[in-house]
């Protein structure tokens, strides 16, 4: 890429597991922390989200890569440092007829072990 060239900006898009998943993770928090403390915690993840719009593939592929039909990668996020870590499971699409985009597939504690296979075709499925 040129100096003069622009990077491709990328719109975001959500799959419904991944909204269940922050609806849910949401909520837990809230019951843990309060609404104020989930809804920072939501707009940090929606801002943190909205940066894989440009370079999205410097984010490494996920240990699930391998059970998916497409390259996934992941984008590890923390609301503090130290903090409690989410992986965000994503792909990226670049055809040729319509605008690219990231896709966000799931949203997991970072404590939770990979997903399995059926978990991966259950996203698929829905896709």
């Known amino acids: 890429m040129s100096d003069a060239e622009e990077p ?29 403390a989930a809804d920072e915690w939501h707009d940090k993840l929606i801002d943190a989200l909205a940066t894989l719009a440009t370079y999205p593939k ?5 240990r699930e ?4 039909r497409r390259e996934v990668r992941q984008f590890l996020y923390r609301q503090t440092r130290g ?17 690219p ?11 939770q072990g990979p997903m399995t296979a059926d978990e991966a075709q ?3 499925e829905a896709d």
């Open 8 to 36: 491709r900006t990328y719109a975001i898009r959500l799959h419904r597991r991944a909204r269940a998943d922050i609806d849910a993770i949401r909520l837990e928090r809230e019951e843990l922390r309060g609404g104020r």
């Open 58 to 62: 410097r984010c490494p592929l996920a």
């Open 65 to 68: 890569d391998r059970l998916f």
């Open 83 to 99: 903090g409690v870590a989410y992986r965000v499971l994503f792909t990226v699409y670049e055809a040729e007829d319509e605008a």
């Open 101 to 111: 985009f990231v896709f966000i597939l799931h949203v997991r504690h970072g404590a």
């Open 122 to 124: 259950a996203i698929e």
